[in-house]
């Protein structure tokens, strides 16, 4: 199927997404802030600039796009139009991503990963549930894991 969009209209849809303060990473931010769990955000001096950093728990959280960042899950499809660019596009995000956790791990840090799909979608997770999921994690220092929707 062809894009319904003209490609100067979807340019310019594309370029309005953001890489930082999305909807999912502020539902995450605000109910642990909630909760009473102190942050810094994007921290430039650590590696891939993670969202949320918890240096009281020694742990980064990091909110990914399921589309973005290539997930296995209902919200990601690979697009029919302009295959190779978004195969190399996505799949660098993707090898990018496992470079990142590696040296924070390297670094010390534990990081957890909150899939797009744990925030939104038909299979995401109640945020009450989703919460005290992220926040036992930080508390009993666990080792880095994901969080994704219910299947």
Same mark, same amino acid.
């Given at each position: ?15 309005? !997404? ?33 969202d ?5 728990y ?7 796009g ?7 899950c ?27 956790k590696? =040296? ?11 899939? =797009?799909?744990a925030?939104k ?5 109640? !945020?009450? !549930?989703?919460? =005290?999921?992220i926040? =036992?994690w ?5 080792n ?8």
């Amino acid at each position: 199927m062809s894009d319904v969009a003209s490609s100067e209209t979807r340019r310019q849809m594309m370029s309005g !997404i953001q890489g930082k303060d999305t909807k999912p990473e502020i539902i995450v931010r605000k109910a642990l802030h909630g909760r009473g769990f102190r942050y810094r955000l994007h921290v430039k001096s650590l590696p891939g600039k993670p969202d949320l950093i918890f240096p009281k728990y020694n742990a980064v959280l990091q909110v990914n796009g399921c589309f973005w960042h290539g997930h296995n899950c209902h919200l990601f499809k690979w697009p029919s139009t302009r295959a190779d660019f978004w195969r190399n596009k996505i799949l660098g995000n993707k090898e990018r991503d496992a470079k990142n956790k590696f =040296e924070l791990e390297k670094l010390g840090w534990r990081v957890l990963t909150i899939w =797009e799909c744990a925030v939104k979608g038909k299979h995401r997770q109640p !945020i009450d !549930i989703l919460i =005290e999921q992220i926040a =036992e994690w930080l508390v009993l220092k666990k080792n880095s894991n994901e969080v994704r929707g219910i299947d």
